[in-house]
């Protein structure tokens, strides 16, 4: 009887540790697969989605720094703000620190990614490959300092528009502290640059495919700090204080991770006239002389056409300016100020609101009004308030200028002529004044029905300073019988941004048979 309890009991805990795993398929990766773009070798790794085999991931694993020109030279979307201040404690000590940013292309181009749909196998299922870059919740990025130990950078979404499901261009930040001091210093003089390692997570579980909250999925959480490790006795839950699914969510959270690549960034190959335009000193030790907000490379992707985004911005504390500045965004100029000049930050001079509220800095904030041109000639008009950001570093990032809400097409099943079925999607979409009416159906090419691009719509910030509804009328009709009808989407006629995970849906068949 012992030992049938001692086995039993083994069994379970055994089924404890496995069932997070069985949940999901294993990972299946292709890695390494190399295509020319523009006479140049990119080299990709393939994965696939745990949760339905028609989806799978791609990400660089050389990935390049993303560059812009600007009056003939090739500037790189890398910037550093240097600074020195007071130690608090010993005002006789200068504390050395810097705020660095850096954008990496990592997802393919639209040409490349054709092509790389082609390396993947058939998944049996017969359904059409949908391939995307890596998501956010599935990559890590780190520096690798001298004497061995790693700094962690933040990844940010897709900077001035929203895109929950692409990374295929991503910034990646940190501050750097006095302890940094050598990698500071590769970073501006080293030879070859600093060192980081890049690891994407091949077992990640996209909540919009798998309907679950992020917290509760494989790679729902970030990687500690590696150069902070440790935590107090207090932080730590005892064994018998955790219930069975805290226990599987941490098991699976764990599995997944792996480096897939690495490269160097530095400032030492490029001219003193670049330098100069990527690094900005702060010299006065006795506080910020002035506060930046990021200006951020914009990348629409594809289905999305941006003539012109204007910014009118303004730097105040309650109901008064000490600051108005107008940027402008160009496909071809990207942002220039006023004058016409070529800028990476919108730099605000503090002067003025340090002598007016030297105790209440954290009060201010950017009021921001914007206009964003398409060039089908739709106008998105909207308001954002953004907090000004002091301490360590005065820089506030990333400023998200529209929202993007994608419905995904691609693997819903259509009929044939003549037959019953999905004939077309019927989509009305409305937020306030603004409208959109769409009709998605399959294209026929050579007797062959090929599934619709992705849809894809600007729209507004979901918390501008007058918050609206957006709402859908989505139909799907079917052909029964020789006659059609009307299937209603489940989330018609409520707020999809209270309902949907950042805005975006991918369609089943499930969606309109009704079963």
């Not at 990646?172 to 050598?182: A, G, I, P, W």
């Not at 003025?352 to 009021?367: I, Q, V």
């Not at 918050?467 to 989505?474: H, Q, R, T």
Request: charged share 25%; hydrophobic share 35%; net charge negative.
């Amino acid at each position: 009887m012992r030992n049938y309890c001692f086995c039993a009991f083994a069994v379970a805990l055994t089924m404890l540790f496995i069932s997070p795993l069985q949940c999901f398929a294993a990972a299946r990766i292709i890695k390494n697969v190399r295509v020319s773009v523009d006479g140049k070798k990119q080299y990709f790794n393939l994965f696939q989605s745990p949760v339905d085999k028609s989806i799978w991931y791609c990400g660089q694993t050389k990935p390049s720094v993303l560059t812009r020109e600007i009056e003939g030279q090739e500037i790189p979307e890398i910037s550093l703000i240097r600074f020195q201040k007071k130690d608090v404690k010993n005002p006789q000590t200068l504390i050395e620190g810097a705020h660095f940013r850096m954008y990496l292309s990592l997802g393919p181009a639209d040409e490349v990614l054709e092509t790389l749909k082609k390396r993947i196998p058939d998944a049996g299922s017969g359904k059409p490959v949908v391939l995307s870059p890596v998501p956010f919740g599935a990559l890590q990025l780190y520096f690798h300092k001298p004497d061995g130990k790693l700094v962690k950078l933040d990844a940010e979404p897709l900077s001035g528009l929203s895109s929950q499901h692409s990374s295929q261009n991503v910034a990646f930040s940190t501050v750097l502290q006095t302890l940094d001091t050598d990698l500071l210093d590769a970073l501006l003089r080293g030879n070859t640059g600093a060192k980081y390692k890049l690891f994407y997570n091949y077992q990640y579980v996209d909540p919009v495919v798998s309907g679950k909250p992020p917290a509760t999925l494989p790679g729902g959480r970030d990687f500690e700090d590696r150069t902070n490790s440790g935590s107090s006795d207090s932080d730590r839950l005892l064994p018998g204080a955790r219930d069975f699914e805290t226990i599987e969510t941490q098991i699976a959270q764990e599995t997944g991770w792996e480096e897939a690549g690495e490269g160097f960034i530095g400032f030492g190959r490029y001219s003193k006239s670049i330098q100069d335009m990527c690094v900005l000193i702060e010299q006065n030790t006795d506080g910020w002389e002035n506060a930046y907000m990021t200006l951020p490379s914009i990348f629409a992707p594809e289905g999305i056409d941006i003539r012109k985004i204007e910014l009118a911005v303004s730097l105040k504390h309650g109901n008064k300016s000490y600051a108005d500045k107008t940027f402008t965004w160009t496909p071809e100029k990207k942002w220039r100020d006023k004058f016409g000049a070529p800028l990476v930050y919108g730099v605000f001079d503090l002067a003025n609101l340090k002598e007016k509220h030297p105790d209440d800095l954290n009060s201010a904030y950017f009021a921001i009004k914007q206009r964003i041109e398409s060039a089908n000639g739709d106008v998105l008009v909207s308001e954002t308030v953004v907090d000004m950001l002091v301490g360590n570093s005065p820089v506030t990032d990333p400023l998200i200028f529209a929202d993007i809400l994608e419905f995904e097409t691609g693997l819903l099943t259509w009929a044939e002529s003549g037959k019953d079925g999905l004939k077309r999607i019927e989509i009305e979409l409305s937020d306030g004044d603004w409208k959109s009416v769409r009709t998605v159906e399959p294209r026929s090419v050579k007797g062959r029905l090929v599934a619709s691009e992705a849809q894809r719509w600007l729209v507004r910030r979901s918390d501008m300073a007058q918050p609206s509804s957006l709402k859908a009328e989505v139909n799907f009709i079917v052909s029964k019988g020789g006659s059609e009808k009307k299937v209603a989407w489940a989330f018609n006629d409520t707020d999809l941004r209270s309902k949907l995970f950042e805005l975006s849906v991918i369609f089943f068949d499930k969606d309109w048979s009704e079963r």
